[in-house]
């Protein structure tokens, strides 16, 4: 028995809006709490956007928000630099407008520092969650515990990286300084590369796997339970009634009566204005290149490397290396740049270029999907201003990261309980200064 259950009146559930990591890690805590729900995604798979071939790291260690003070020179200069790693697109910036106003406007210390602390709960909370998912359920997504390295190739960087630490490691960030010997000790495929290395960090709290593996798996396990998945199936609406949500209408004109969830990532606005509720969220381009390295045997990289130079990294995926980074800010252009791939490629030749030679990266897979970015760089988790609306979206770039622990803090918001961390930086109505 549910000590304290939903509103759910006869032949109610909980009906949640997209089916990417966010969606289904939602669906699974929900029904392992008893709670009926059900899933709509728009397309004929789950994980099929954002959650399709992303980084594959849960990055305990990469909190901070992207609008860190100063990043309005970053994102300035980038207008004229095609190899930047954050670009901005002069044909994105009128969708921008009042986005962008916030996301310069929080980009100050009292807030980039907010927000790490904030992030760094989440994140940490939920990347054990889904160890411990994992290793109960077993699933076959390349899951790893192996921690995650970032190298650097200039002192300067390195000393900065460095100093910006000391709060995180204060707030249980684990993380240890490593020179270029202990860097290939790590990772021996590194050798190559460590005459460039002035220092590393090794993070071992980090993991890392197939978001879209896991995701699918896990909604067989939802089902189970007794969840229902609804596969092309676009909600059309939102069906409202004296200001409160009652559920949703679908393209094929399904309707269906329960307490709705809106986590479909960067699509999540448009369900949202219909209950006359602001997200300010915008889709953020990344690329990701997959490359079968099979033929490497025991050469292949055990550890996701990140360059800090290239702000790109290299992730191992089972019998595949994953190659990724970059953000654009490209409103919805879906085209894939030629230079972002080839900076891919090439970031795979600097790292490793002993073993480059024997992979074949002109066939690898190319992706390039969009991140649901929230203008103050956290996620929205609990109840809308609406009855009968709740929220979990704007996760960024850290969605695998704190998908399993967003599902369990809204599940037990919904459920009139105690979140096991502070939810309260993470709910619509708090957004700090």
């Known amino acids: ?162 100093s910006s630490l000391t709060m995180l490691r204060e707030n249980g960030l684990e993380v240890k300084e490593l020179d270029a010997k202990q860097s290939v000790v790590l990772e021996p495929q590194l050798e190559s590369f460590s005459s460039n290395i002035v220092g590393s960090l090794y993070y071992p709290d980090d993991r890392r796997g197939d978001a879209r593996k896991f995701t699918q798996q896990l909604a067989e396990h939802a089902k189970a339970l007794g969840a229902q998945v609804h596969l092309n199936t676009k909600v059309k609406k939102l069906v409202l009634q004296d200001r409160k949500v009652l559920g949703i209408e679908t393209r094929e004109g399904q309707f269906y009566k329960g307490q709705v969830v809106i986590a479909n990532g960067y699509s999540a606005p448009e369900i949202a204005k219909q209950a006359g509720i602001h997200l300010p969220i915008k889709p953020v381009k990344g690329y990701s290149l997959t490359i079968d390295a099979s033929a490497l045997g025991d050469l292949i990289p055990k550890v996701p490397v990140i360059d800090d130079a290239m702000h790109a990294a290299v992730v191992p995926l089972g019998s595949s290396l994953r190659a990724v980074g970059t953000a654009e800010f490209t409103n919805l252009d879906r085209k894939q740049s030629k230079a972002r791939i080839n900076n891919l490629g090439q970031l795979l030749r600097r790292l490793y270029p002993s073993i480059h030679s024997q992979l074949d990266v002109k066939s690898g897979e190319q992706w390039a999907g969009f991140r649901p970015m929230s203008a103050d760089g956290k996620p929205f988790i609990g109840q809308s201003p609406v009855p009968g609306l709740w929220l979990n979206c704007g996760h960024g770039h850290l969605g695998w990261t704190k ?31």
């Open 1 to 162: 028995m549910l000590n304290n259950p939903l509103p759910l009146r006869d032949n109610e559930e909980v009906l949640i809006v997209g089916g990417g990591l966010i969606g289904v890690t939602l669906l699974y805590a929900l029904t392992q709490q008893g709670v009926p729900a059900r899933l709509f995604e728009l397309h004929d798979a789950l994980a099929n956007e954002t959650s399709f071939a992303n980084g594959g790291m849960l990055t305990p260690s990469m909190p901070e928000p992207w609008n860190s003070p100063g990043v309005w020179k970053h994102l300035l200069s980038s207008l004229f630099d095609p190899t930047s790693a954050m670009k901005l697109r002069l044909k994105a910036i009128p969708s921008l407008t009042g986005w962008g106003l916030t996301f310069l406007s929080k980009s100050n210390t009292t807030h980039y520092m907010n927000s790490s602390l904030a992030n760094l709960k989440l994140a940490a909370y939920s990347t054990e969650l889904t160890t411990q998912l994992q290793s109960t359920l077993g699933f076959n997504c390349d899951y790893s515990k192996g921690g995650s390295l970032k190298v650097f190739s200039d002192s300067k960087s390195y000393n900065s990286a460095l």
């Open 403 to 433: 998908a399993l622990g967003s599902a369990h803090i809204l599940v037990d918001t919904m459920l009139g309980n105690t979140p096991e961390i502070a939810s309260q930086p993470f709910s619509y109505g708090f957004r700090d200064t």
